[in-house]
């Protein structure tokens, strides 16, 4: 789309309002609301919005402006991201990303950092086609008491609990563009899951952010909260955001991943991507999972491999792959938890995947025992809590090259903060293992993430 149809369609719709809304490294959504009389002017010229936002923590209390300052980023709208969203009155939307910042472009935004590294993988002539599938709780905003009170999964009964919700998340979540596949109930205490269709490059990390944003809004028009924090409490199974992805030639018409003569149908690229993501998933957990909660979803049957492994349609490791022929044969990385940000997750999958083609790693032996018959994480090859996550990252130069210092300096001060508020938290509520406590969690990231 151009400036002169977006346009054309706010004329057409008679749209009063633009949300001009952007992701923070949480992948919080953000805005100014724009009357429709001043688009064109705010989309030319581009709209200031403090660039504190992207160092500010999750609770907007600690604001890091020592590390990029508090003045103001210049923010301009992507119009392929345009949508009428039809559960408010004559209201659209539109994504932005910064582009200047003391004259520069602002190369830590999570979006640009998807774009590039999805501009590289696209020099090797090859095209990510995505999507999440996410997983996330629903209570009542006063009550806090959750849409269902068992664990019958995918229940008929169970799933029209309240039919209105379901009705208008069905209907307008393909109004603003996704395009629901699959809706269910999950085993958690009001606990849903919605699949929607895949999309190729940067649209597949828009689709994630417009999904949960839109989830949020449409469930708080209920009276409820819908909520993707990772793991809201110790009585049920936390949420994830797996990220299911395929490699296609550059028309989109080849997948690159199948391979009919292969023993097990997997290509050498597709073995070499695998590679890649395997060798570096120690350091690209930070960015699975982002917050000091997240490190609760893991453990037993908690079907979150805590191993670098890999198997053909095997849910307790970190890799699943499916093979279902030339057209549908998917990578499904079972290890983002619901509260990650979904620009850095698609950015450090093709990271992780582009150095694994570009240096032809050898894919390890296939999983065939479970691992969660381990019962000490620790010593199954990834990080187990944030602080771990993040000396991880650091050590990893190729994924440390990808992201950028600027980028990490900022990441690294939001998790500082948090750990900072973990530890002054009561004892109980602190982030050990044991995992007893989550009233600072449900404070911290639920009614947000």
């Known amino acids: 789309m151009s400036l002169e149809s977006v346009t054309s369609t706010i004329e057409e719709e008679e749209i009063e309002f633009v949300r001009f809304e952007f992701s923070d490294f949480y992948g919080i959504s953000r805005c100014k609301i724009i009357p429709a009389r001043h688009f064109v002017d705010k989309a030319s010229n581009g709209i ?52 200047y910042y003391k004259g520069e472009l602002l190369s830590c935004y999570p979006r640009y950092i998807a774009r590039r590294q999805l501009e590289r993988l696209e020099k090797l002539g090859v095209s990510l086609l995505a999507a999440h599938e996410h997983e996330f709780h629903v209570v009542d905003q006063k009550t806090q008491k959750p849409l269902t009170s068992d664990m019958s999964l995918r229940s008929t009964v169970r799933t029209y ?88 030639d550059k028309d989109g018409k080849n997948n690159l991943l199948y391979d009919v003569n292969a023993p097990n149908k997997l290509s050498e690229l597709g073995g070499y991507w695998m590679a890649g993501i395997l060798k570096h998933s120690p350091a690209i957990t930070m960015l699975m999972a982002p917050t000091v909660n997240c490190y609760k979803r893991y453990g037993k049957q908690s079907y979150v491999s805590s191993a670098p492994n890999w198997g053909i349609d095997k849910r307790y490791c970190l890799l699943r ?44 032996k296939e999983e065939t025992e479970n691992p969660f018959t381990n019962s000490n994480p620790t010593q199954n090859g990834l990080p187990c809590t944030l602080p771990e996550a993040i000396e991880a990252f650091k050590a990893d130069d190729v994924i440390m090259g990808a992201f950028g210092d600027e980028f990490f300096k900022i990441f690294n001060s939001l998790k500082a903060y948090e750990i900072r508020a973990v530890k002054s938290a009561p004892a109980s509520a602190k982030d050990d293992f044991e995992r007893d406590n989550f009233q600072w969690d449900q404070e911290m990231f639920f009614k947000y993430l």
């Open 321 to 364: 792959l499916k093979i279902n022929g030339a057209k549908g044969t998917y990578v499904e990385d079972r290890s983002s938890g619901g509260g990650s940000n979904p620009y850095l997750t698609l950015a450090a999958i093709v990271a992780a995947g582009i150095d694994g083609i570009e240096k032809k790693m050898p894919l390890q």
């Open 161 to 248: 609990t309240d039919p209105n919700l379901l009705d208008q998340l069905m209907t307008n979540l393909y109004k603003v563009g996704i395009d629901v596949e699959n809706c269910e109930t999950e085993t958690g205490h009001g606990q849903m899951e919605i699949t929607y269709k895949p999309a190729f490059g940067i649209q597949a990390a828009d689709n994630a952010h417009v999904f949960k944003t839109s989830v949020k809004e449409i469930a708080q028009q209920h009276g409820y909260i819908a909520s993707f924090m990772s793991k809201p409490s110790a009585d049920h199974i936390g949420s994830s955001a797996h990220l299911c992805h395929s490699l296609w």
């Open 48 to 99: 200031g919005i403090p660039i504190c936002h992207l160092t500010c923590s999750i609770d907007c209390v600690d604001f890091q402006t020592e590390t990029m300052g508090d003045g103001d980023a210049i923010w301009f709208p992507d119009f392929n991201t345009f949508r009428i969203l039809p559960w408010y009155r004559k209201t659209a939307s539109i994504l932005l990303e910064p582009k």
